[in-house]
């Protein structure tokens, strides 16, 4: 079965800090994982896929099959970052799963 | 383009009561979905839609019934609603099952009392 783990309920940083929010996943074929965010009165949309590798709002993600994670990250947290985010999980003609989701608070 | 569209965006309901939430994709998908975002359970799938014609069940399926309308339309019924229903609903829609970015609709907030 597809599960993707987000162990992080709550993470808060200071402005300027390096942020890391951990997802971790299990499913044994080739899957392809995204990032998903829910700033505050704004509809949930897509961050960042795996497969393009890029880097969007300083945010980047690697996927490690090895250690079966794909956490997110950006050297220096801003407050406009503050959201909810989701780590997703696609495994083809299924629907997405997605984890329990990390609220960042970045403080000023 | 609107993209996708949900009514109502606030609901309150006594437990017994029914409602129907509509949900609406002017992006011609062919695949939508009904989510429900609780406080530390993330996104949860109801029910989805492949297609036109077809209706799958998801993880919380239970006290819940679905409606693919036409291609646009996706609608969620609460037959008899419960207050462990009260949560956010978010529609949601994509190309195809197959297409990883989802397109999401404002949500509705939905109290059962």
């Known amino acids: 079965a597809q599960r993707v783990t987000q162990p992080e309920k709550l993470l808060s940083v200071f402005k300027g800090a390096p942020v890391e929010l951990k997802c971790n996943y299990s499913y044994s074929g080739s899957p392809e994982l995204f990032w998903y965010v829910q700033y505050s009165r704004q509809r949930l949309q897509l961050l960042l896929r795996?497969?393009s590798r890029e880097s969007i709002k300083g945010f980047t993600a690697d996927l490690n099959k090895g250690e079966t994670s794909f956490h997110l990250k950006k050297p220096f947290a801003q407050e406009e970052d503050s959201a909810m985010y989701y780590c997703?999980?696609?495994?083809?003609?299924?629907?997405?799963?997605f984890g329990k989701g990390t609220r960042l608070s970045v403080i000023a | 383009n609107a993209g996708v569209t949900q009514t109502p965006k606030f609901q309150v309901l006594k437990t017994g009561q029914s409602m129907t939430l509509q949900c609406a994709q002017d992006?011609?998908?062919?695949?939508m979905y009904w989510y429900r975002q609780d406080p530390g359970m993330g996104l949860r799938l109801i029910y989805y839609s492949a297609s036109e014609g077809t209706t799958d069940k998801g993880e919380v399926p239970n006290g819940y019934n679905v409606s693919r309308l036409n291609k646009r339309e996706f609608s969620l019924r609460l037959e008899s609603a419960a207050p462990s229903q009260t949560s956010v609903y978010f529609c949601?829609?994509?190309?195809?099952?197959?297409?990883?970015?989802?397109?999401f609709g404002p949500g509705t907030r939905l109290t059962v009392t």
């Open positions: 992006m011609n998908h062919n695949s």
């Open positions: 949601a829609s994509t190309r195809d099952t197959s297409s990883y970015e989802q397109y």
């Open positions: 795996h497969i």
């Open positions: 997703a999980l696609s495994s083809g003609n299924t629907p997405l799963v």
